[in-house]
């Protein structure tokens, strides 16, 4: 059994190794255009990273998720986006990812967050009570790739536009 990584608040001295696991991590996905690490240092530079944790192993940055603040059209507040989530290939399948997830997701929670959303795959995210719901849409996705998690059970009704840093261009 592989040991798990200590999960933890980024550091300063951290932004080098997550913007190279960043990189590692989505440099063979079909669905990456490259951008994931540029998005995550946008984010930190605006400072509109609401959480920032790493997975640490032996000394060593191997994972990290990122979670910032959304808008909704309905005037909702408290909503966030998970993503990027990124765990270094040679780590996949050991659980990096989920317990980078779910920490995130309680510290939105202990932070009085409403709710989290995410564009992702359809049968990961599930997993962690997202569900695909019509209320809550993101513009230029289909919706089946949408997923929000409502922590008080009510979902918005409306658009969500992310931070400037993870748009397409």
């Known amino acids: 059994m592989n040991p798990m990584p200590l999960i933890r608040d980024e550091r300063s001295a951290d932004i080098d190794a997550i913007t190279a696991v960043t990189t590692e991590a989505f440099k063979t996905l079909d669905i990456s255009d490259g951008s994931e690490p540029g998005m995550v240092l946008e984010l930190r530079r605006s400072n509109a990273l609401a959480v920032s ?10 994972g990290h998720v990122a979670f910032s603040r959304v808008e909704i059209s309905d005037g909702t507040p408290d909503w966030y986006t998970l993503g990027p989530v ?8 050991q659980g990096i990812g989920k317990a980078l997830i779910e920490a995130g ?8 967050a409403a709710g989290c959303c995410v564009v992702g795959h359809l ?13 809550l849409v993101y513009e230029g996705i289909p919706q089946e790739y949408f997923f929000a998690l409502a922590f008080d059970g009510k979902v918005p ?5 992310f931070h400037e840093a993870l748009q397409e261009e």
């Open 53 to 62: 944790l790493v997975a640490e192993l032996d000394h060593e940055i191997v």
């Open 86 to 93: 990124s765990v270094l290939p040679r780590l996949h399948q």
């Open 105 to 112: 997701l309680d510290r939105l929670k202990s932070m009085g």
């Open 123 to 135: 049968e990961y995210y599930p997993k962690f009570g997202f569900r695909n719901v019509s209320e």
């Open 157 to 161: 009704n409306g658009s969500v536009t």
